[in-house]
């Protein structure tokens, strides 16, 4: 059977379709195959992820007001009272209790006494300064005399004076060497300083020990009140609305006083803290973070950011109904940068011995028509977040660049482009 001239035609038009098919599939088949993207301006967003504990905020927290054993214990960990409620009772021990505050009364009655014996002393130095700095200049005989401590300190300060000035007088007539006027002076000055260091220590015992007697007349008062409010203070009551944290009270047990009871979180307000890394710069006091878990996703408040052993602690409170204490979450910090930058992703950027540079995708005409290769552009870029990386210097017009590429790629090489009608007309 004899082909027409228009069937050899079209056969022949087909296979040399079909050549030109697997040319171009043959030429494309080693080529690197790239998708492009242009750089862009704009802002980076930081981003770091971490994870906390939740806990009570405020907690009020009850102490024994005197020795005594547990009674019944009403309450458990975990029970939500309210103010008032009834807890546990206390059976204080009384006699301890008195004999307590009749020792309480004997320390303060020596810790008062010892104060006034450092203030009197305190006073005899001064005096006995103030005296010895006004004979230096006044003249002689215009001072009063001093009697008791003062008067002692001040014969001592007055002797050391009348060595130097006798030593003085000595070596202005030549009958001394200078070695032996400086002795003088330096006899009396330190005598000086001596005492001056001396009054200067007083004070401080002092103050030290008024702190003390504070303490021990506050003591004195709770003891005084548990014994006066004995029933009401064996009954220990509610003193906010909460939740039962800690209760060390057990049917029973003996504490003596100011032993830890119970601690009760109350309000709404919880703390959550957590750990970023030492070179995170972008959380800050007043930020606001999502926290998350199975259960539900609340917002934060960052409070305090400080260094630690591993990085850096983040403090953050929640103000929510629905947290529990010690409930896990999982802490997001994102911000976005004001200042607008040119960007490129990070996937992008190559390095080199030379430096960092972007692969930049051109067209020219090749044996099968148009084809992309790609061409070196160097850059200097500076910080990046998890998606993008500001170049400082490089790029001047945002033509596109190698996202990603299957094969490695070198400066001059045709390459195939999957996404050419993003940047080239047809």
């Known amino acids: 059977m004899k082909l027409n001239k228009k069937t050899a035609g079209a056969v022949i038009f087909l296979v040399l379709i079909l050549l030109l098919f697997f040319s171009r599939t043959i030429y494309n088949y080693n080529m690197p195959e790239v998708t492009g993207t242009r750089p862009k301006r704009g802002s980076l967003t930081k981003l770091e992820i971490s994870s906390g504990i939740a806990g009570w905020a405020e907690k009020e927290t009850i102490y024994a ?58 006073e005899s130095i001064r005096t006995a300064l103030a005296a010895a700095y006004l004979d230096d200049s006044a003249p ?37 060497s200078r070695n032996s006027l400086l002795n003088a002076e330096n006899n009396l000055r330190a005598l000086y300083y001596k005492y001056e260091t001396e009054a200067d220590d007083l004070l401080h015992s002092i103050a030290l020990k008024q702190m003390e007697l504070v303490s021990l007349r506050l003591s004195r008062d709770t003891i005084q009140e548990m014994l006066r409010d004995y029933r009401n203070n064996a009954v220990v009551r509610a003193p906010a609305d909460g939740i039962i944290l800690e209760l060390n009270a057990e049917r ?14 109350i309000g709404r307000e919880f703390i959550v803290e957590c750990t970023i ?20 996703t609340l917002r934060g408040t960052v409070r305090r950011v400080r260094p630690s052993a591993n990085g850096k602690t983040v403090t953050i409170t929640v103000l929510s109904d629905e947290v529990n204490d010690g409930e896990t979450f999982i802490v997001t910090f994102e911000k976005t940068g004001d200042s607008s930058f040119t960007l490129v992703p990070n996937s992008a950027i190559n390095q080199d011995n030379d430096g960092y540079f972007l ?51 070198t400066a001059g090489q045709t390459v195939s482009l999957k996404n050419p009608g993003d940047f080239f007309e047809n």
């Open 65 to 122: 007001v005197g020795a005594g054993a547990v009674g019944n214990v009403y309450v458990m960990e975990g029970d939500a009272v309210e103010r008032g409620q009834i807890l546990f009772e206390m059976d204080f021990d009384v006699p301890a209790a008195q004999r307590r505050l009749i020792e309480t009364d004997n320390n303060i009655f020596r810790l008062e006494t010892d104060i006034r014996g450092l203030q009197l002393r305190n």
């Open 140 to 176: 002689a005989g215009q001072a009063q005399p001093l009697t008791g401590l003062a008067g002692l300190i001040a014969l001592e300060l007055n002797r050391a004076r009348n060595d130097y000035q006798n030593a003085q007088l000595s070596f202005d007539l030549g009958l001394q």
């Open 252 to 265: 029973g047990k003996f504490f003596p006083d100011n032993a830890f009871l119970v601690s009760i979180g």
């Open 277 to 296: 890394s030492l070179d995170n710069n972008f959380v800050n006091p007043g930020d606001i973070c999502e926290l998350s878990n199975a259960s539900h």
């Open 359 to 409: 692969y930049q995708i051109k067209r020219r005409k090749g044996m099968m028509g148009d084809e992309y290769y790609v061409d070196r552009l160097n850059i200097f870029i500076g910080d990046s977040d998890h998606q993008n990386t500001i170049v400082i210097r490089g790029i001047v017009f945002f033509e596109p660049v190698v996202l990603v590429s299957n094969k490695i790629l």
